[in-house]
């Protein structure tokens, strides 16, 4: 791994799968970064042993606090949550540096509490017809910060909260490492509002 590469931190609280997609994006060189260090919220999550397995380092941390410093101890200039389930506002030298990527349409259907197929389960029961996945900078609450970017899926007149998920999750899979990319490589495109948006 090349160690020029600026550093990418990962959080997680599951069974990594958005994390080794980043991964796979970091090695192939899509993503012009390496990974830093890998936090997961506990002990015995599935994604601690992906990491294992890919070789990079972990840490168990969920207090904002051990997750800063682990991030700071490893390197980590930017990061992603992965499915990260714990509150963390980023600390002023992260400011802008901190990317989610969330599995609705945002600002719908976001903020504490509302994650996996929760979420898809709220969107059913609102009667929508599309959802999709938001990438947005980390800031302030649950699900806030300035959206960068997000893809739409159709939502089938059949589907059930499981269904819905797999297709949003393609979504995910396709968006996030772009959003990443730009993120680290500085190439995300600034609007006439001053907000940062993938071009």
């Not at 190439?187 to 509002?193: F, G, M, N, Q, S």
């Amino acid at each position: 791994m090349n160690s020029d590469l600026p550093g990418l931190g990962i959080l997680l609280s599951g069974s990594g799968s958005t994390y080794e997609n980043l991964a796979t994006a970091c090695a192939d060189g899509r993503i012009p970064a390496r990974i830093a260090v890998v936090i997961a919220s506990r002990a015995g999550l599935g994604g601690i042993a992906r990491a294992e397995r890919l070789g990079h380092p972990v840490v168990v941390a969920a207090e904002t606090d051990a997750v800063s410093a682990a991030l700071r101890d490893h390197g980590a200039r930017f990061v992603a949550m992965c499915g990260w389930l714990r509150y963390w506002d980023p600390p002023a030298d992260f400011t802008g540096r901190v990317v989610n990527i969330h599995p609705s349409l945002l600002p719908s259907f976001g903020g504490k509490g509302m994650y996996g197929e929760r979420v898809h389960a709220a969107v059913i029961a609102h009667g929508n017809t599309v959802s999709g996945c938001t990438a947005h900078l980390v800031a302030g609450s649950y699900d806030e910060g300035p959206i960068l970017a997000q893809a739409t899926v159709p939502v089938e007149p059949d589907d059930d909260a499981h269904g819905l998920a797999e297709r949003v999750q393609a979504a995910e899979r396709a968006l996030y490492p772009l959003v990443v990319a730009a993120l680290v490589g500085g190439t995300l495109t600034k609007r006439r509002d001053g907000r940062l948006r993938l071009a």
